[in-house]
């Protein structure tokens, strides 16, 4: 039985993701390719490349919006509290605010293939409705920010096509860390992790304060919550192949996520 693992020791956000699956063997024309579909392609291009954090070295992937695309965007700051310390990074560029009806008519009119429409789909409708709760909305009311931008919808997307590439049996992951602290996003200073990481975690083992940072996003937390399949620290099947996802995080610990492919008898 083939087995795909996320060790989610620094949590996980949408490009850490897409690092991890290309360092793991996704050949990055055929994603490019296959993200073609989509119809999106003058709103932004990867970028692709190798980087390490603490001497642990793997593959970075930026979703870079085109510039006519983000003239008028808004490049957010978060800023991350811990005691007397502010720590500050560029948020990725937002150019749309989708809603979950748009979203779903992008990837529905797309040529992709048919599993990997559901697999999108999955992760968006898992965010809307973690959303919708969240601010007390109806499903197809929440205008979404981060994950509505493009960005968001290369990184969910992307992960549909690598793990329909990969054909595992099962995916398992380790319990998730959230970090902690303070983040600022559209409506203003929150915890971390945030309200609606929160709701997509449900059910799902984490862990919190490793580090006065948000480690984990709601791009990640819907990746996991959609298509993971068991959650253990405990593994027992050989590992046939690793790979590591790289962040952009400055952290104490290595601002990483580490999958493997394995064999289980």
């Given at each position: 039985m083939k087995i795909l693992y996320y060790d989610c020791f620094c949590g996980i956000s949408g490009?850490?993701?897409?690092?991890?699956?290309?360092?793991?063997?996704?050949?990055?024309?055929?994603?490019?390719a296959e993200l073609l579909k989509l119809n999106l392609q003058d709103e932004y291009h990867l970028e692709i490349y190798k980087s390490s954090k603490n001497g642990i070295g793997g593959t970075r992937v930026d979703v870079v919006l085109t510039p006519e695309k983000t003239k008028d965007s808004v490049v957010l700051t978060k800023k991350l509290i811990i005691n007397t310390h502010e720590y500050m990074h560029?948020?990725?560029?937002?150019?749309?605010?989708?809603?979950?009806?748009?979203?779903?008519q992008i990837i529905q009119e797309s040529e992709?293939?048919?599993?990997?429409?559901?697999?999108?789909?999955?992760?968006?409708?898992?965010v809307a409705e973690a959303e919708a709760k969240v601010h007390q909305k109806d499903l197809y009311e929440v205008h979404f920010h981060e994950v509505g931008a493009t960005d968001s919808i290369i990184d969910f997307?992307?992960?549909?096509?690598?793990?329909?590439?990969?054909?595992?049996?099962?995916?398992?992951?380790?319990?998730?860390?959230l970090g902690g602290g303070f983040v600022?996003?559209?409506?203003?200073?929150?915890?971390?992790?945030?309200?609606?990481t929160v709701e997509l975690l449900q059910g799902?083992?984490?862990?919190?304060?490793?580090?006065?940072?948000?480690?984990?996003?709601?791009?990640?937390?819907?990746?996991?919550?959609a298509n993971v399949d068991i959650f253990c620290d405990k593994i027992r099947f050989s590992i046939e192949k690793t790979g590591y996802g790289i962040g952009y995080r400055e952290l104490c610990i290595p601002n990483v996520l580490r999958v493997f492919l394995g064999e289980e008898d």
């Open positions: 490009d850490m993701n897409l690092g991890a699956m290309i360092d793991l063997g996704i050949d990055p024309d055929y994603l490019k560029h948020e990725h560029k937002k150019n749309h605010h989708r809603n979950l009806k748009e979203i779903e992709l293939d048919e599993k990997i429409k559901e697999r999108s789909l999955k992760m968006f409708r898992k997307v992307g992960a549909a096509i690598a793990l329909e590439k990969l054909q595992v049996d099962k995916i398992m992951a380790s319990t998730v860390q600022s996003c559209a409506h203003g200073m929150i915890p971390v992790p945030a309200p609606a799902i083992p984490v862990a919190k304060g490793v580090v006065a940072a948000e480690t984990t996003t709601p791009t990640g937390a819907a990746i996991l919550a």
